[in-house]
Each structure stands twice: as C-alpha cells, then as structure tokens.
C-alpha cells in the first residue's frame, strides 16, 4: 500500500474532523421525540437502612412522571448487578459477593448510591420531585476507612471481617525461606491513593421501549455495549439479547471507569419501559465523583530480600485492598489477576508470595481504571527496588540491570503464573538513560542546589500484562465471560470495505488503525476502508475496550478475517483467470498468476454478481473472526522523572520526564505518542495531585474540580518519549497494547525522584507541596 | 414559582436570535438545547472545565458560567461558528495536525480558548501557552499535543493577517 | 436551578428599590462564583438584579496619587488596563492571575470582594494598598470592609460603586495557588508607601487581614530578610484538605519575602 496510510504511518485522525467541528454526537447530545428526564435519588449516608420512601410531594409537581425506588425493581424481578470474576480466597472457598440491587432496597451502603429515580417531563421538573421525595433513613455506623474495616461490623449481612476473599499467589515457605536467607531485606508500608477517573464527559444514558416489536435500545457511554447487553439480559433480565439493543455513540474518554454496569444506565432503561417513554439521563460531574467507580486505594506492606551480591531473592507482598461498598463488574479481578501476577517486574526474582485481603467498605465501588492493578504493582516493585539500591549505596541502575530477565530467557516463566513473551529491558533502559541525560544529573543537582532547590532523579522499569487473555485460561481462574474479540471485514460489490469491531473507541482512534490495518492486509486505499464499532444493532458480538487489547485481540480478529477474505478472494480469483488457486499470488491488492491479474475490487465485484464463478462457493465477499489471544502481551519500559523542590514552600515542579517503551510493532506511531503522553499525565496526577478522600463518616471530601485535582497544562512539562520493539511473537500484528503505559510507570518514577530529592525513603501519594514541606522540617530536624 | 421568562435578542455565530428564555436558563442550555449546538459541552457543574467555553462578544467564556439572559444584546461564536467541514479554522487544522484530541469532548472548548490566547497577546512561547490553558481539563492527551497545535494554530492565524 | 426573577436596573438607586422590595434577593455581577453556587443549590435567592446595566458602576480613572477602579470592572481589564499598569503594575498583575482566563473575562472587582471568600486574591491588594470602598451609600476604609468569614461591611442592599486604590511607590504580590480550585492557598501583597508598609494576606485565615507583624519588621527593615524570625500566629489560620494552619503559617512568610524581594526586582 502507499507509504502515507500503511501500518507503520503517522496517519491523521480521521475522527478528528467531526469533534474539531464540534460535530461528534455523544449521548447528551442526543435526543428523542417525547423524552422525559430521570434524576436519581442518592443516598446521603455511607450506611444506613432505607424505611418509607414517600414520592407523594413530588408526584403532585406538575409533569412529574413517576417516582420509582428499589422496591420497585425488585418487585418486577431486575436482578442484579453482577461481579464477572470469581476470586477463590487462599483456602479455596468462593468470594463473598454482596447482593447488589441497581437501585438500594432496604439498605444503602455508600455516599451517593441511588434508591430510586424521578422522572419528570424536564430535568428542573425531575429535579423539582426529587428534592420533594421524602425518604426515611436509620443511619448506622459506617466502615469508611480502609484501615479499620476487618475489625469492624461487617457492612453487608453475614459477612466476617469485611471480607470479600483473602486470595494468594506464589510459593509463601520458599519465600519466607528466601528472605530469611537474605543478606538485606528492604522493607516498605504504604497505600496506593484512592483515584477517581474523571473521564471529562460524565457517564449518561438516553434510553428507550418500543412496546409494539418489545425492543429496548440504549444509548449509553459505555467502552463495551455487547457487554452491557449481555449483563442487562442474562444478569439483570431486562429484556431478551435479541431485543435489546446497546448503542456507544461517541464516548468522551473513558480509562476503565465505562467499562461498568452502573445502576444508573440499568434503571433509565428499565423505567423507559414503565413509563412508556423515551427517558435522558445525564450524569452532573458531582454524581460522578460519587457514583463512578473509584479506583486504586491499597494499603501494602511489601519486603524485597537481596543476596550479598545485590541480586534478588525474594518477594513478599500483603495488600489489603479497598473493594468498595459492593463488587463492580470487574472489581475482583483487579486487586489478584492483575496484580499479584505482575509483581515479578522485569526482573529474575525466583521466590514471590502475594497475599491480599479484598475488603468492603462503605465508599463508592472500586474498579479497574487506567492501568487497573498493574499500577499498584510496579508501584511496589520500583518503589522496593529503587530504595533498596539507596540502601545499598548502589545506582539503582545498575541494581535493575544486575537482576533484568535477559532477552535470552524468553519465554520466561515468572513465579507468579505469567510466562513473559518477548523483551529486551536492558535496552529500554538504556535508551531512558540516554534520553535523560542520567550521566549529566550531579551538575544539575548542583545547579539546583546553588539556587537553594533540591533536585531528585527516578526510574521505574514497569511491566503490565495486556490484551486480555486467553479465554480458557481467563475461565479457568474466575473470568464470568471470555476475552476473545470478534471482526468482520466485509468487502463492498463495488470493493470498499466495511470493517466490523467488537473493541469500542472513545478516543483511541480505532476508526483510523484498523482502517488502516485492513487497507494494508487487503491492499485497498485507506480512504475506501470504513470502521463500524459500538452498536450491538451493527457489530456481531464484542468484548469491548480496556486492558491495551483492542489492537492486540480486536486488531488480530480484523487480520483473521482478512486472511479468510484473501482466501476466499484467490478461489474466485483462480476461477477467473482459469487456473488454480495455488497458482495465485496476492499481493498488494491483486491478484496474479503468471502475467494475468485481477485485483480485489474485481474479485469483490465478480462475487457479488457471480456470472462467472466457482460451482461450489457461495457468493459475496465478507467473512467473520473471533480472535482468541494465545497470551498476554507484555509491554514494559523504563520511565525516568526528574523534579525540583522549593524547600521553602515544598512546592514540587516536574522538570523532565522521559519514557522509553516497547509496545512492539507499532501501527500508528502519531496515536501511540498521544496515547503514552495521556498515560504518563494520569500517573504523575496519581503521584502529585490526585486523591479520593472520605472522612470516617463515609462522606467524599473532595467530589468536585474545586478540590479533586486533575492535572492542568501548567502542571506538567513536554514529555519525552521514545520506543524500542520486540514484537509480539504469538498474535499476528506484533503489537502489545500502549494504553495504560504511562499511568502504569509514571508514579513509582515521580515519587521515586521526589524521594531522592527530599532525601527520605518514602512519602504518600499524592506528594502535595505540604507533604514534602514537612518531610524536608523532619530532615532538617534529624540533621540528615 | 415559575421561572419567569425574558425576552433577548443575540447574534449566534452570525444568526441573529429573538427568543423567549427562562431567567435561570444558563446559555450553555441555551446553545445546547435551544439551538441545538451541542459542539459546547458541559463536563462539570463548578465552572471549571472548560469545556463549555465559548467566545461572548469576542472574548472566552465559560457558558455554564452566565445566564441566557445575560447574554441578551451580545454576539455568541461557538466551535460550530468558527470553521466547517468545508472551511476550517486554522486552530481547528492544528488541533487534528498535531493529535492534539483523542476522545475529542474537551476540544471544541480548548479550540475556542486556544484562539482567544492567541489572538490577544503576542509571541506565545510553551510556557505561555500552558498557563494560558488554566481553565481547560483534558484527561486525554497529557497536553503537549495541545501545546503543539496552539503554537503552531498561531503562527498559521499569524500568517492569515499579513 | 431555582427559578427567580431576573432584574437589570440601569441606576443604582434602581438596583437599590429592587432589593428592598424583593424577599431573597441577591445582586448579580460577574457571577463567576455566585452561578456555580447556585448550581450546586448552595445559593437560591428569589430574585437575580443584574448590575450590569448600571453604567456608573464603569470605568477606571487615574487620578493624583490614587487610582479609582469602578466596581463592575472585570478582572481582565483590570489586568489589561494601561492606567493601572501604570500607577499599580502590581495589582494589574494580581488580576492576570486570578481565576483562569475565561474567569477574569467574566468576574468583577466589586463581585468579588463583596463576595469576600477567604482564598480569593483582590482582598490581600485592598487591605496592602490601603484602598476606600466607594458604595452607593458611603466609603468604607480597607481595615473596616472585611469582616469576617464571607462577611463584609456591606449593609443588606448597600452596593459597591468603586475602588479608590492610593498609588503606592511600589507593591508586588505573591500567591501560592491551590493545585484544584486555583484559588490562594496563600496570597500575599506587600505595599510600600512613604509613610510604611502594608501588606495584606488572603487566603491564611478565614477573612483577608494585615499582617502587622510583617508591616512592623519591614518598617524597621524593607528586606527579605527581616522577616525571618517574625512568628506567623496561626490558631485561627484555615485548614483544609490541601493545607494546615502550620503550613499555610509558612506561606504567608514565604510569600511575603519573596513580594519584598519582588519590590525591588519586579
């Protein structure tokens, strides 16, 4: 193909010219004739029981529709909202998984939860009646703090200590054995901070019932609409799959917190039904910081064991986990599948043992979100082993060289049950060195310390595992659904193509990539390749997007298909040019054998109007994928973050921050950039700004942008970014995923140079100007 | 207690308007609801966004920030009035040039601001560029694409005046 | 949002009758914190008198030895004004960098501080510089106006017509912004007058104050230096999330050292 669109190329959005022209159609920007507006009625309290709910006062507002509560989608049989992973605790009995009703029946367990909805002919009007419903409450004593919840009352009935599960991975005597061996252990305590996703356009949904053909469709601002289809039939029984249809318009960001079935979406629908008419609902940015999933909130006590020759020995991690007040969709899998596998880092550590306690508390639900459980453990294993190479009066460079997994030990087996494909970490960070100009840091720091700032330096060589996952391994360890990803490549008479996506894009650019994947596989102009995803009305099943695997799993279902469209094209082909089909090349976009060729869209024309055709081949050219990842892909890199601290007020700027990543083959070098530069800007948030706080009363502290800081333009520096690649060796583009990159690397490399800067071995996260302010008194006081 | 209605008159991207609006009618609702521009977004519900902004008598605003009435007698210019399809806004070309959106919902209002900086000051350089952009959130993109599309979007509106 | 009556007088004495006849009236200038207020329902007054129209409330005049800033003046242009960058290039500066830009494009001077919230940057230059509050009923000195947290010296009705704000020989402020709201942490303005120095604090405690103290060791000193061992009381200094009353003690020193250091290297 040419050069300017191929696989490879820098290829302009084309998404772009409709949201430059303020013409991208998300769900609010939709409408439908007749609609009314939902507002929902949301918990004030972080715990308490739910008596009378008496909508009389609000029902007598003019155009109030009808008010609605948990009795009522329980008295019509709405199931609930199910968690798809089922973790077994470590003495193998099942998870705990509290029942979760979409709207709270007699009790209501976090902040902000909804019990029940108005609907009203305008949202003044449904806001009106909701402010008129008078609900009885009998507070009872909330567990809000993560600290205290195994000792407290359990939150929901029969459960003891709080306990969702107490799950382990890793080999516990070996390890012990191993640190106790150890000619150093460095030992770490502290908690990953509570984050609150913030994709900036709020969670909303406008859905509607026809009562004639039974069919229910929802608009929503899902990352995965065959998903939620999935769960509203099987789980929630709505509605049949078959009559139900779940639209993704354009979605405005959504790092995980999109992913979920919410109550919100799942009521709208279900009342759209009731009421008879089309119903809008559209969150405010202060329900979504209450009633989005959260994310991270860990507390861990992690202990690294080195020999005398600084080479690693052990690993021993205890991580109590935040879950929330109820298990979201993918919740348990976060806090086990997707950390303790990872703590093995880049590094040849034989003996790992993790442990960690899921818990309940009375706070919004925790979920996957950028990253999603792979932050949480490259935070542990940089955070380790940056400060063991302190403690040790090594560069921790060179203590990260001294253990990396050689590029000769792939396939390599961790001890924690991922076997790592490809890699090459010596050269990722060597490159992060160069490009950081490590050698060139004591004069900066002496610069630094002239102008009376403090200066630190950072790295974090990360690794996540990516493009869920092999369906029956996925199964077998809990997943309620598999992770294939399905396409269809379907060639027009007239040779353009219509490609069909069950991954979702909202702002990955799919409807570039696999444009032009497609155009490079079949050898037809980029421009005559067109993207279909995010409507169960369009695409034949799908499994939706998170966790980098769009490209790896639903890129790969894409190249599938275009190869049985190859296929079935060099049948038609040799029939035309009268010879066999072994005899065929295809190459480019034609076909040849000998001196004859027929090109693609020839061949697309002849099967659609088979006049002269193969006796025995159905016509039409379109053909159908489901790719089943035979592995995890495994992106790592090395991040490197230089900081400045005013050590008269604390303040810390982020002065440079290089990351140097190997996401294997690329295809759009232009998105991947963006897509590490957005990554890295959530992480470092993670790192300096962000933090999702509950006072003991269950009671969000910080639920608007007024005091939940997300990163502005002045708060960050120009990234620099570069790549290595060793390609995937087990899917057929050789891509690993590039999504989570930054916000995976970026905190433990942030706080890695604010320590080194302040001179102490560990400070929280977020490292706000006071914190280290304060850290910066105690090292003056202790005259370190 | 109903909401009493006002009369105003506005210029909307050239179209002039006489409508009849409730006071308490903020004029995001009104471009959005009324008139069906939904290019303006709304992304939060304490005027700090950014991604509602729009230009009110040629100066950037938030429109979740004033009332429709208000705006009655000025003249409002939204992401749909400043370039098209078929014409673009040299802002509107750097933006896609430089991948400076990926899910695209705080663009149209970063656009709109990007073009206010440059058009009342001079020589933005990076700096300037990322202070300038204080009131915008994107969670996307990390900005420096934004940035870049900026700078250049500058020298392209500079080089639109000679 | 509460439905409410929207009024736009054209003088004060208009805007005046309208708020005694009215039940939970509120006067309506910039907006830039009273329209988010009410759309969280934090504020619902019943009737809205739009100031906008009231053309005296306009205008910024340079006079001999002070400049008089009209009360409906937004933060833009006072950031943008040639008189005031001029007379107080410090407090043109002030203005630059309140808010965002879209705030200062909307947001007045007189909004603002009968607003009087405890973090915003206008009441550290009214104390510092000594300013008279011109309402439609009286002048009111800078040590008298802010009272309390969220209170001022207004009475129920009064409005601010202008600022009269005395040129100093030279003042510079300093703010350290919260990371979130964008708002003063800490700001602090220093103005030097030939009779002394001033300096106003916002942010630190529930209302904007002089900070005697300071004014004291710079009268005796006009260096950085000299407020090295002044002690910032703080009991009665705001806390918050992002901040403690110890820290935010810290700031105030800390800003207003680096204001000192800023009169003499603006």
């Given amino acids: ?784 | ?162 | 949002m509460q439905p409410f009556n929207y009024l736009k007088p054209s003088t004060l004495t208009e805007a005046a009758a309208l708020h005694r006849q009215a039940d939970e009236p509120v006067y309506l200038s910039g907006g830039q914190t009273l329209i988010p207020a009410m759309q969280q329902r934090l504020s619902a007054p019943s009737d809205l008198i739009d100031l906008s129209g009231i053309a005296e409330l306009s205008g910024i005049q340079a006079a001999d030895g002070a400049i008089r800033i009209g009360a409906f003046t937004r933060h833009a242009q006072v950031a943008e004004s040639a008189a005031v960058r001029s007379a107080i290039p410090a407090l043109a500066r002030l203005a630059g960098r309140i808010g965002d830009a879209q705030v200062r494009n909307l947001g007045t001077l007189g909004g603002s501080l009968a607003n009087n919230d405890p973090a915003a940057d206008y009441p550290a230059a009214v104390l510092a510089l000594g300013a008279t509050v011109h309402t439609d009923q009286r002048a009111i000195a800078a040590e008298d106006f802010f009272q309390a947290f969220f209170e001022t010296a207004l009475d129920h009705g009064e409005v601010i017509r202008a600022l009269e704000f005395p040129r100093p020989r030279r003042a510079a402020y300093r703010k350290f912004p919260n990371p979130a709201s964008r708002y003063a942490v800490v700001g602090v303005m220093v103005a030097e007058f030939d009779d002394g120095v001033r300096v106003g604090v916002t942010g630190a405690g529930p209302c904007a104050f002089r900070a005697h103290g300071l004014e004291e060791a710079l009268n005796a000193s006009l260096s950085p230096d000299a407020l090295d061992r002044v002690e910032i009381p703080h009991e009665d200094f705001n806390r918050d999330l992002y901040a403690s009353a110890e820290y935010r003690a810290q700031l105030v020193k800390v800003m207003a050292m680096r204001a000192v250091r800023d009169l003499f290297d603006p």
């Avoid at chain 1, 249809?245 to 995980?256: E, K, S, T, W, Y």
């Avoid at chain 1, 309940?360 to 990253?371: E, K, L, M, S």
Wanted: hydrophobic content about 40%; some cysteine.
């Fill in chain 1, 1 to 784: 193909m040419t050069e300017a669109t191929g696989i490879g190329a820098a290829v302009k959005r084309r998404e772009d010219l409709r949201f430059i022209t303020g013409a991208g159609t998300y769900t609010d920007d939709l409408n439908q004739p007749g609609q009314a507006y939902a507002v929902f009625l949301r918990s004030p309290y972080a715990r308490a029981k739910v008596g009378a709910v008496d909508g009389s006062e609000a029902l007598a507002v003019d155009g109030v529709l009808a008010v609605y509560t948990g009795q009522d989608t329980s008295a019509d049989g709405l199931g609930d909202l199910p968690c798809g992973w089922l973790v077994k605790s470590k003495d193998g009995s099942d998870m705990v998984s509290a029942p979760h009703p979409p709207l709270a029946v007699t009790q209501v367990n976090y902040v902000g939860e909804p019990y029940g909805l108005v609907v009203g002919e305008t949202l003044a009007v449904a806001r009106r009646g909701a402010e008129l419903v008078n609900t009885e409450f009998i507070e009872l004593p909330p567990v809000a703090v993560l600290g205290g919840a195994a000792r407290a009352d359990p939150i929901h009935e029969g459960l003891a200590g709080n306990l969702a599960f107490d799950w382990e991975l890793g080999d516990q005597a070996a390890t012990d054995a191993a640190l106790a061996g150890a000619a150093h252990v460095t030992a770490l305590e502290f908690a990953n901070n509570r984050l609150i996703p913030n994709a900036l356009e709020p969670r909303a949904a406008l859905a509607q019932y026809d009562a004639v053909s039974g069919e229910y469709v929802l608009r929503t601002t899902s990352q995965n609409p065959h998903l939620e289809r999935l769960v509203l039939s099987a789980f929630v029984q709505i509605g049949p799959e078959h009559k139900l249809r779940v639209i993704a318009p354009d979605v405005g960001g959504g790092f995980g917190s999109k992913i979920f079935i919410y109550a919100e979406e799942t009521a709208a629908l279900w009342a759209a039904a009731k009421v008879g008419r089309p119903i809008k609902w559209t969150a405010e940015r202060s329900e979504s910081f209450l009633s989005d999933v959260h994310a991270r909130d860990h507390l861990t006590r992690a202990e690294l064991g080195l020999d005398a020759d600084g080479k690693f020995v052990g690993l021993r991690v205890r991580t109590t986990a935040n879950l929330g007040a109820y298990l979201s969709t993918f919740a348990s899998a976060v806090p086990t599948f997707l950390y303790g596998t990872l703590l093995s880092g880049q590094y040849r550590t034989p003996n790992i043992h993790v442990q960690v306690q899921g818990v309940y508390t009375n706070t919004a639900p925790v979920d996957a979100y950028r990253g999603a459980g792979r932050p949480e453990a490259a935070y542990v294993v940089e955070r380790l082993v940056e400060t063991a190479a302190r403690e040790l009066g090594l560069d921790p460079a060179q203590l990260r060289r001294r253990n990396f997994i050689q590029p000769q030990d792939f396939p390599y087996q961790t001890p924690v049950a991922l076997v790592y494909d490809t890699g090459n970490y010596q050269a990722g960070l060597d490159r992060a060195l160069e490009l950081a100009d490590y050698p060139g840091f004591p004069a900066r720091r002496a610069a630094s310390e002239r102008a009376g700032k403090r200066r630190g330096i950072g790295l974090s060589c990360y690794i996540e595992a990516c493009g869920l996952a092999p369906s029956q391994l996925a199964i077998s360890l809990g997943a309620g659904v598999g992770l294939y990803e399905s396409g269809e490549v379907r060639v027009n008479p007239t040779g353009s193509v219509t490609v069909f996506t069950g991954a979702h894009s909202h702002g990955q650019g799919h409807e570039t990539t696999f444009a032009q994947v497609v155009s490079d596989q079949l050898g037809v102009p980029f421009d005559s390749v067109e993207v279909v995803h995010g409507d169960t009305g369009r695409v034949e099943f799908g499994l939706g997007t998170y966790g980098s695997r769009s490209l790896a799993v639903g890129g790969s279902a894409l190249v599938k298909a275009s190869e049985k469209v190859i296929a079935k094209g060099r049948r038609i082909a040799a029939h035309l040019m009268q010879t066999t089909p072994d005899n065929v090349a295809f190459q480019d976009g034609a076909y040849r054998s000998g001196n004859q060729q027929k090109t693609i869209q020839e061949v697309a024309f002849a099967a659609y109007v088979p006049a002269d055709y193969p006796e025995d081949l159905e016509p039409g050219l379109s053909e159908k994928a489901f790719y089943d990842p035979k592995n995890f892909t495994y992106p790592a890199g090395t991040h490197i973050a230089e900081v400045e601290v005013d050590t008269q007020t604390g303040a810390i700027e982020l002065v440079n921050f290089v990351a140097v990543d190997d996401f294997g083959r690329i295809i759009n070098p232009m998105i991947v950039d963006g897509q590490v530069h957005g990554g890295i800007a959530q992480g470092v948030g993670q790192a300096l700004l962000e933090h999702g706080v509950y006072d003991e009363q269950g009671q969000l502290q910080n639920g608007s942008y007024m005091d939940y800081c997300l990163p502005r333009a002045d708060d960050l520096p120009s990234f620099l970014t570069d790549l290595t690649a060793t390609p995937c060796d087990h899917n057929p583009l050789g891509v690993k995923g590039c999504g989570e990159a930054g916000a995976i690397g970026a905190p433990a490399a942030v706080v890695n140079a604010v320590t080194d800067a302040l001179g102490v071995r560990d400070i929280a996260m977020p490292v706000t100007s006071e914190r280290a302010w304060r850290a910066l008194q105690g090292v003056a006081g202790e005259g370190v």
């Fill in chain 2, 1 to 162: 207690m109903a909401a009493l209605n006002k009369h105003i008159h506005l210029r909307v991207n050239g179209v002039s308007h006489a409508l009849e609006v409730p006071a308490n009618m903020l004029l995001v609702e009104l471009l959005r609801q009324r008139l069906r521009l939904t290019g303006t977004h709304v992304g939060c519900d304490t005027c700090q966004c950014g991604a509602c902004t729009v230009h009110l008598d040629g100066r950037a605003v938030k429109s979740c920030a004033l009332f429709a009435v208000q705006a009655d007698g000025c003249r409002v210019c939204t992401i749909e009035g400043i370039g098209g399809p078929g014409g673009l806004h040299p802002m509107q070309e750097a933006f896609r040039d430089c991948h400076a959106l990926q899910c695209g919902f705080c663009t149209p209002g970063m656009i709109m601001r990007a073009i206010d900086l440059v058009e009342r000051s001079d020589g933005l350089d990076e700096q300037a560029v990322r202070e300038g952009l204080e009131g915008n959130l994107c969670r996307c993109t990390g900005y420096h694409n934004i940035i870049k599309a900026v700078l250049q979007g500058q020298e392209a509106m500079e080089a639109d005046d000679d």
